[in-house]
């Protein structure tokens, strides 16, 4: 843990083996790391699920270690912080890559939202009924209906992070060459896409020097 007025350490909690992500609840009560466990991707028999820790936020101290499915890449809090979604590879019980949705009460498995092969990245809307996820196997990001945990559109392009604008009009997206966006020469480089949420339509798309992997919004939605 570090103190942001001082950037010194104030703790160190210990949590799983390699750890790879961290979401803070909203409410500002907990605090979760996802760790991948193991890295053997190409071995089927390996019992190679990955984990959340839950941190209590205001005692720094591990509340409960919970399994969840293969090979996980990110991990995120929805708003009101009743529900938190991971990103896997597959989840334990034979089912395919896609979401693993728990409930933070009871840290039980609600739900696995089956979508493609390698989900990457996620965000959600300001209401928590829209869930976006990246996937490299698809070069695409698929939308979910939260409500009911339905995929519904995959958008091509984005592979990586990503981002909703405040008032949830927009979500900002990360891609390599799958976004299709060109530099001064006619080259295809890296970019950002733009994407309406009501339409679930690239809007506008924007290139960078160099290869991308997350973006953020400002509490105001300007930057």
């Known amino acids: 843990m570090i103190d942001t007025a001082t950037n010194t350490v104030t703790k160190t909690v210990t949590v799983g083996r390699a750890p790879v992500a961290v979401a803070p609840s909203p409410d500002g009560k907990r605090v979760y790391v996802l760790n991948e466990e193991y890295h053997d991707v190409f071995d089927e ?3 190679d699920r990955g984990s959340v820790t839950v941190i209590d936020a205001q005692t720094n101290t591990v509340l409960s ?3 969840v499915g293969r090979h996980p890449a990110s ?3 929805g708003p009101d912080s009743s529900t938190l979604y991971v990103t896997d590879l597959g989840a334990a019980g034979g089912d395919p890559s896609g979401i693993t949705v728990l409930d933070t009460e009871s840290l039980q498995i609600l739900d696995h939202i089956a979508v493609g092969l ?3 990245m996620m965000a959600v809307n300001p209401d928590g009924t829209q869930l976006f996820v990246t ?3 698809n070069d695409g990001m698929w939308v979910i ?3 009911t945990n339905t995929v519904g559109a995959l958008i091509d392009g984005p592979t990586g992070g990503l981002a909703v604008s405040p008032d949830g009009r927009y979500v900002y997206a990360t891609g390599d060459e799958s976004l299709g ?3 001064d020469s006619g080259l295809t480089v890296a970019g950002i896409a733009v994407i309406d949420t009501a339409t679930n339509e690239v809007v506008s798309t924007t290139n960078v020097d160099s290869t991308l992997w997350d973006v953020a919004v400002s509490p105001d939605g300007r930057t």
């Open 135 to 137: 996937d490299w196997s």
């Open 118 to 120: 390698n989900p990457n």
């Open 181 to 183: 966006v060109t530099d």
């Open 75 to 77: 991990l995120l809090v």
């Open 65 to 67: 270690t919970v399994a």
């Open 45 to 47: 028999e390996a019992d």
């Open 145 to 147: 209906d939260t409500t």
